[in-house]
């Protein structure tokens, strides 16, 4: 786990946005910790508080970044089922433990040196490497962060980080942790098996009308049909109102004679140089390369390595020294350069691929400098209309009045669940684009007028929650023929087990695995030597999982993915793997310096939070891990 965490988390900016101690939650539970009574906290940590707004909006970000990576909208409820509002509280409850341990310890950072940090991140910088506002007010909107916020969550950050990283390196790594790791990771077992099909299994007969029902009564919640709600709104986007701007060809000529050198593509070469201090050394360097010496040998010779060297695939722009930028891109392909002096250095270069420019015509942009006229005016309207729609609704109008007044286009959905899809279960394109404007509206009330919420492309979307349907429980005469599937593919999952463990029963009595392959009329197959990595060798995962329980020559089994096969194994062969050489000695030893400096701070943000002493207050909680809590007498809407 903690591996798999490190992955997602490689960046000091990703650790910080995500949340610097986000390992916590690995070894903490949360209910032998409730008790606690703050009328506005949802948990307090010594002298530190962690306010409901703060928690909803962890909460939010999360749910929204989450939406965003999986194309979907993640309701609260799933956020719950993914133990996300967990996760996110105790993540929180962590870093209050360490700002209690740091307060104590009188450890800060100024926001000088937290500007200047930001500042050098690799992320935040432009293709010339220097710190892009534009590329970082893009990260910021990407993690739904104002500057303000973000700056403050980097400079407490970083001083919880001066606790935790010091914590982190203090591990010493055993020899026989090394050991360990090396055989777990690299040994390997080659695995004998055969697949059944369920129908040589058993068959399953249809229900009767009796079994139907009991399993319905069973699994009532099963059948539940979700809370639909019908929303008007009027969504006003720069992509939106595009479709209704008018761009003249004249404007387009325009633009695009004033911008010809964003059109196309400038020649671009693969570029390699070597720079000498004076041309005594470049002419010398440059006579061996004539006699037949390797370009890169005398780039080693001056202490260069092969990245030094090698410019990638550039444009003539991007050499700085013009005289030197002149003779490269005068040079044919593989054709070693004489020495160039420049302006800031003397060098030999080789050029070993042309790229032709690209030269773009009107015509060719016409279409695309259209629409990129049309978006960027439609954006400039949309403050303008911001104000208008908003002075209508000061008024009393409705949605549906106010679109009609103004000529803007009102959308009606008649019903949409809290995962963005309708009745008949399809995805409501809206909301799949913009699953912050549907968590809005599952948070508002019926007949109450809303904030617009901002959408991802820096538009808006007014809404109007007209009509709330409760969930309800499906009568059976609704779901029949569902509650007849899902009572069939319980008793196919049924028969996969009990079978499967009979088979084993015959093979651990000494049948051969060979003969119940001839038995079922399948083919038995083995496996290369695998490892528990593995995902490739033609076996479920947990098949997989379960041979490296066993040892070798001892069977097991296994339903496949689908649910519609029993796999039939055996561990064949386990090979233990020999003593790592240095290289991967010296590998391993990182790796596990990570993994116990990771288990090192999990054991002391543990221990803080015994020392400082934590209450939850699960009322609130409650309320507002599901989006409920209601702040200053208002339902809370994230």
Do not use: C
């Not at 059109?263 to 570029?271: I, M, N, Y």
């Not at 800031?344 to 695309?368: G, H, R, S, W, Y």
């Not at 119940?516 to 076996?539: H, M, N, Q, Y």
């Not at 002391?604 to 939850?616: P, Q």
């Amino acid at each position: 786990m903690l591996e798999a965490l490190r992955k997602s988390t490689g960046s000091w900016v990703a650790k910080v946005l995500i949340g610097l101690l986000v390992l916590s939650f690995a070894v903490w539970g949360v209910a032998d910790i409730f008790g606690g009574y703050g009328t506005q906290t949802v948990a307090t940590v010594g002298d530190t508080e962690i306010p409901a707004e703060q928690y909803q909006q962890e909460l939010q970000r999360e749910i929204s970044n989450l939406s965003r990576r999986l194309g979907r909208n993640i309701t609260f409820d799933d956020a719950q089922r993914m133990g996300l509002d967990n996760r996110v509280l105790l993540r929180l409850i962590g870093d209050a433990a360490v700002e209690n341990q740091a307060n104590t310890l009188g450890l800060g950072i100024s926001p000088e040196a937290v500007s200047a940090y930001v500042t050098r991140e690799d992320i935040f910088k432009d293709q010339s490497g220097n710190f892009s506002r534009e590329q970082f007010y893009r990260v910021l909107l990407a993690n739904n962060l104002s500057e303000q916020a973000f700056l403050l969550r980097q400079q407490r950050a970083l001083v919880l980080e001066q606790i935790t990283e010091t914590v982190g390196r203090t591990g010493q790594v055993p020899k026989t942790l090394i050991d360990a790791v090396n055989k777990f990771r690299n040994e390997t077992r080659q695995i004998n098996y055969v697949t059944v099909s369920l129908d040589k299994l058993g068959t399953v007969a249809e229900p009767s009308d009796e079994q139907i029902k009991e399993y319905y009564n069973a699994h009532k919640s099963e059948f539940r049909a979700p809370e639909y709600r019908k929303v008007g709104l009027i969504v006003m986007t720069p992509d939106s109102l595009a479709e209704t701007v008018e761009v003249s060809e004249e404007d387009q000529k325009a633009y695009f004679e004033s911008n010809k050198s964003r059109f196309g593509q400038p020649e671009r070469r693969h570029v390699q140089q070597i720079p000498f201090p004076d041309e005594q050394t470049a002419d010398a360097a440059y006579k061996r390369l004539k006699e037949g010496a390797d370009f890169m040998d005398i780039a080693k010779e001056r202490d260069l390595t092969k990245g030094d060297v090698d410019l990638g695939v550039i444009p003539k722009t991007q050499l700085a020294d013009e005289k030197v930028a002149d003779a490269i891109f005068a040079l044919p392909v593989d054709q070693i350069s004489e020495p160039i002096k420049g302006d800031l250095a003397t060098v030999i270069a080789k050029v070993t691929k042309i790229e032709p420019a690209v030269v773009k015509t009107f015509e060719d942009e016409k279409e695309n400098i259209r629409k990129f006229l049309a978006a960027q005016r439609a954006a400039e309207s949309i403050l303008d209309s911001y104000d208008k729609i908003e002075d209508e609704r000061a008024t009393g109008a409705t949605l549906a009045e106010v679109a009609k007044k103004l000529n803007l286009k009102f959308v009606e959905v008649e019903a949409v669940d809290a995962r963005g899809r309708d009745k008949d279960g399809k995805p409501v394109e809206l909301f799949a684009k913009e699953p912050r404007v549907l968590q809005a509206i599952f948070a508002a009330d019926a007949k109450v007028e809303t904030d617009p919420e901002e959408t991802s492309d820096r538009g808006y979307t007014w809404y109007e929650v007209e009509e709330i349907v409760p969930q309800r429980q499906k009568d059976l005469s609704e779901v029949k023929k569902e509650a007849a599937e899902k009572w069939r593919e319980n008793e196919e999952r049924t028969i996969l087990v009990k079978k499967g463990q009979e088979l084993v029963d015959k093979l651990r009595g000494g049948e051969p695995l060979a003969k119940l392959a001839e038995e079922f009329g399948v083919e038995e197959k083995k496996t290369e030597p695998i490892k528990r990595s593995s995902r490739d060798a033609g076996l479920p995962p947990a098949a997989v999982q379960q041979a490296f329980a066993l040892k070798e020559g001892q069977f097991g089994s296994a339903s496949t993915q689908d649910g519609k096969n029993r796999v039939l194994f055996q561990v064949a062969e386990v090979k233990v793997p020999k003593a790592p050489d240095a290289k991967a000695q010296e590998a391993l030893l990182k790796s596990a310096e990570t993994e116990v400096g990771d288990d090192l701070i999990v054991q002391y943000i543990r221990a803080l939070r015994d020392k400082f002493g934590v209450s939850i207050n699960d009322a609130v909680f409650q309320q507002a891990r599901s989006g409920q809590y209601a702040a200053g007498g208002q339902r809370g809407s994230f």
